[in-house]
């Protein structure tokens, strides 16, 4: 009474991209993320394997339209790389949310950079507000 499942075949990756510059980045964690290897010379240092990042680019957009305990498997086969589906879960959402955290640093850093410009004025512009003299502006 077993019913089989149908199988799905993910396309192969044709269009990658050629103009995808990997950088190294810093070692945070003892697990070495998927797309990265130890640089053999300093240990602190990960290198990036470009063919797994290339194919990780490609997965993302596979996730759209299949599972990720698919496309995971997708992405074993085809890196030589074991990557579970819990693994290319969590290796995205980490991404995401760092992605997510420097957006809004950069969005709140505008929002002090605007909030201080409009402090200024005011401080300028208020009734019985003092001019400082050119001594007390250098202190500043």
């Given at each position: 009474?077993?019913?089989?499942?149908?199988?799905?075949?993910?396309p192969q990756?044709?269009?990658?991209?050629?103009?995808n510059e990997w950088l190294p980045i810093p070692k945070?964690?003892?697990?070495?993320?998927?797309?990265?290897?130890?640089?053999?010379?300093?240990?602190?240092?990960?290198?990036?394997?470009?063919?797994?990042?290339?194919?990780?680019?490609q997965a993302k957009v596979y996730l759209r339209q299949y599972s990720y305990r698919e496309v995971a498997n997708w992405l074993?086969?085809?890196t030589g790389r074991d990557i579970s589906h819990?693994?290319?879960r969590k290796r995205l959402e980490n991404e995401r949310r760092?992605?997510?955290?420097?957006?809004i640093l950069r969005?709140?850093?505008?929002?002090?950079?605007?909030?201080?410009?409009?402090?200024?004025k005011i401080e300028r512009s208020r009734t019985g507000a003092k001019e400082q003299s050119k001594a007390e502006e250098g202190q500043s």
């Amino acid at each position: 009474m077993t019913k089989k499942l149908p199988t799905w075949k993910l396309p192969q990756p044709t269009d990658l991209k050629d103009d995808n510059e990997w950088l190294p980045i810093p070692k945070v964690s003892r697990i070495v993320p998927f797309g990265y290897e130890l640089d053999p010379e300093d240990s602190d240092i990960l290198l990036p394997i470009k063919n797994q990042l290339d194919l990780l680019e490609q997965a993302k957009v596979y996730l759209r339209q299949y599972s990720y305990r698919e496309v995971a498997n997708w992405l074993s086969r085809n890196t030589g790389r074991d990557i579970s589906h819990v693994g290319l879960r969590k290796r995205l959402e980490n991404e995401r949310r760092r992605k997510n955290k420097a957006a809004i640093l950069r969005r709140w850093a505008i929002y002090a950079e605007t909030a201080i410009s409009k402090a200024e004025k005011i401080e300028r512009s208020r009734t019985g507000a003092k001019e400082q003299s050119k001594a007390e502006e250098g202190q500043s």
